[in-house]
């Protein structure tokens, strides 16, 4: 899977989580290529858990060995992660830690709710506690920056679709109480039949 397709595939979810929890999309999409190296972890590859959430999801999960740090020393341990059917419950998952917090503290990730500047909102997220990394933020701004992922950012409000097999304009048009000629107009399309398997398209 390419960094692209990885991209694409997720963004429409990243789009709905932020009309529910109001979470910027660039910095679920970034933080989502950067801890499953775009889809490619053998936990995203088998299990489309981005996060490394550890439990089971509706009974779902996957044993896997990991390594973990006991006194200073590391030692190979059995763990039960989560199994998720779509990339959309993984990102849901992290979209509820940040909305609802923790068992012990449920305002912790409160700062990034509704957070209009990417950068701030990483800031929240590494001083509640999220990652160790020194350089974990600077890692995500990089990545935003390079892949432009702030673009996904402006489309809040508007709504994207994935072109999958047998999809049709008329049909998307349909789906989304749209119009054929405004799905045209949105796209650029020269012909309304000449839409391709993954290629993003703006239906509402």
């Known amino acids: 899977m390419s960094k692209e397709t990885f991209i694409n595939e997720i963004a429409p979810y990243a789009l709905r989580i932020h009309e529910e929890f109001k979470i910027l999309p660039s910095v679920i999409i970034a933080q989502a290529c950067l801890e499953s190296g775009y889809g490619t972890s053998t936990l995203a590859k088998q299990a489309k858990n981005i996060f490394g959430t550890k439990g089971d999801y509706k009974?779902?999960?996957?044993?896997?060995?990991?390594i973990e740090y006991?006194?200073?020393a590391p030692?190979?341990?059995?763990?039960?992660f989560r199994k998720y059917p779509t990339w959309e419950e993984s990102l849901r998952d992290l979209a509820n830690l940040y909305a609802f917090g923790t068992s012990w503290n449920r305002n912790l990730y409160t700062a990034v709710i509704g957070e209009k500047d990417f950068k701030k909102a990483l800031k929240a997220i590494y001083d509640a506690g999220y990652a160790t990394d020194p350089k974990y933020i600077e890692k995500l701004?990089?990545?935003i920056e390079t892949s432009d992922l702030t673009?996904?950012?402006s489309m809040v409000g508007e709504v994207?679709?994935?072109?999958?097999k047998g999809d049709t304009v008329s049909a998307l048009a349909k789906a989304y109480g749209s119009?054929?000629?405004?799905?045209?107009q949105w796209n650029g399309l020269a012909d309304l039949n000449?839409?391709?398997?993954?290629?993003r398209l703006r239906v509402k």
Do not use: A, P
């Open 160 to 164: 994207y679709h994935i072109v999958i």
């Open 194 to 199: 000449l839409i391709k398997v993954n290629q």
């Open 70 to 72: 006991v006194n200073g």
């Open 59 to 66: 009974g779902e999960s996957i044993i896997m060995q990991t």
């Open 151 to 153: 673009k996904f950012d």
């Open 179 to 184: 119009t054929q000629v405004q799905i045209q």
């Open 75 to 80: 030692v190979q341990v059995r763990n039960k």
């Open 141 to 143: 701004v990089n990545l």
